[in-house]
């Protein structure tokens, strides 16, 4: 898997975010399947300085910037109906959110929600992953948010409600040692920003399309694990130039199915709590099944 950065970036902040992206996902390929390996990284020692990449290419003790920032958010059954100043599976302190989408169910919801943190470098990226449980142990129905800042990860926000998910469920005993693995991937997938190649290609004139990718989940289920990426639009909602938001919409699905997850195109995946890579538009999914989906 390829790491990729906006063309737009300074040449060298392009060469140091993809030379830091690359380097870790190096190490990581590099380990048996199922083993993450551990990053350290001085958190304190980063914050101290204020130095980024645009100040200091050419050494390496520098903050990495991410193209877009990043909020983690967190619930789980211990945090519903409860306001805990911090939740369980943290050191970080929790920031408040900025707002709940409209709607009571939705406002009942955000109420079990915690933010945990915001990330804009590759070394956030590390430090917070450190830092946290990996998905493997989560409790049940426990579920982690990875959301470009200032979009919440609820259908109602405006960057949502026109868009849909591609999502996978993986059955839980067979996946559990390699679903911490296959969600860093979708993690460093999504913050190199690689899902969305129109983001990148050197054909299309400036400015570059807005990405299609708001967000990506993690969900611990009794039976199976479940990682979904969100987009803000989906084919059939917007007929304006449809069939080129399909094909966008469908590479991101090979790209997670081929390059993330690592199965063959044509490989077939459902069975007994498995599903295909499949994609459904949030206002499909709200008919319980009945609503047209895309597979890949």
């Keep these: 898997m390829a790491s990729s ?3 737009s970036l300074p040449a060298p902040a392009l060469h140091a975010s993809k030379a830091a992206l690359n380097a870790a996902l190096s190490d ?3 380990s048996e399947p199922g083993e993450v390996q551990e990053i350290e990284v001085d958190m304190a020692a980063q914050a101290e300085t204020l130095k980024t990449v645009f100040n200091d290419p050419k050494n390496f003790n520098v903050k990495h910037p991410l193209y877009s920032a990043w909020t983690l958010w967190f619930d789980s059954p211990a945090t519903k109906g409860r306001n805990l100043p911090q939740t369980p ?3 970080f302190p929790q920031t408040p959110h900025p707002g709940t989408p409209g709607g009571a169910a939705a406002h009942g919801w955000m109420e079990d929600i915690k933010r945990v943190i915001n990330i804009d470098s590759v070394e956030e990226f590390w430090g917070l992953y450190n830092n946290i449980l990996p998905p493997s142990a989560l409790p049940q129905k426990a579920n982690y948010y990875l959301f470009k800042e200032g979009i919440i990860p609820a259908w109602e926000d405006e960057a949502n409600k026109l868009g849909g998910k591609w999502s996978i469920q993986l059955p839980k005993e ?9 969600w860093l991937y979708t993690m460093l997938a999504a ?4 899902f969305d190649p129109y983001l990148t290609d050197p054909e299309l004139l400036e400015p570059h399309p807005e990405s299609l990718v708001t967000g990506v989940i993690v969900s611990s289920r009794p039976q199976f694990y479940r990682i979904s990426i969100w987009t803000r639009s989906a084919p059939g909602i917007n007929s304006e130039d449809d069939d080129k938001l399909r094909q966008r919409i469908e590479g991101i699905g090979r790209h997670f199915k081929t390059s993330v997850l690592g199965y063959n195109e044509g490989q077939k995946l459902a069975g007994p709590l498995a599903t295909e890579v499949e994609f459904i538009s949030h206002k499909d999914s709200e008919k319980k099944g009945k609503g047209r989906k895309i597979t890949v």
């Design 174 to 182: 067979k996946n559990r040692r390699h679903v911490d693995t296959l």
């Design 5 to 7: 950065v906006h063309s």
């Design 191 to 194: 913050i190199g920003e690689t």
């Design 89 to 91: 599976v943290t050191a």
């Design 28 to 30: 990581i390929e590099a």
